[in-house]
Nanobody
Framework: QVQLVESGGGLVQPGGSLRLSCAAS????????MGWYRQAPGKERELVTV???????NYTDSVKGRFTISRDTAKNTVYLQMDTLKPEDTAVYYC?????????????????WGQGTQVTVSS
């Protein structure tokens, strides 16, 4: 089993910054892509950004130039630096990871989710 634990959410004024962290632990052989999703009230969960094991990144248009995803492979941790935050960034942010586990003699690949962390941008 694999657990993803997020931290770093909170309340910030428009134009401010926050840094989210997500640490993976458990039965991990390797981690492929890691990403951040968000879900605002009354809206569907959307992909914000993703980073591959090779370090390639992709961002949804609304956060390009403001958010930066990074990862520490040795620590199985992914970060999301959020700058110039806007009220429309308010949402619960979820970490997601594609994890390869070695179960006995078999490799298994599964997606795991963090519990979510609230980000509120308001004056």
């Amino acid at each position: 089993q694999v657990q993803l634990v997020e931290s770093g959410g909170g309340l910030v004024q428009p134009g401010g910054s926050l840094r989210l962290s997500c640490a993976a632990s458990g039965s991990i052989f390797s981690i492929n892509a890691m990403g951040w999703y968000r879900q605002a009230p009354g809206k569907e969960r959307e992909l914000v950004t993703v980073i591959t094991s090779a370090g390639m990144t992709n961002y949804t248009d609304s956060v390009k130039g403001r958010f930066t995803i990074s990862r520490d492979t040795a620590k199985n941790t992914v970060y999301l630096q959020m700058d110039t935050l806007k009220p429309e960034d308010t949402a619960v942010y979820y970490c997601n990871a594609e994890v390869v586990s070695l179960i006995g003699f078999k490799f298994e690949r599964n997606h795991y989710w963090g519990q979510g962390t609230q980000v509120t941008v308001s004056s």
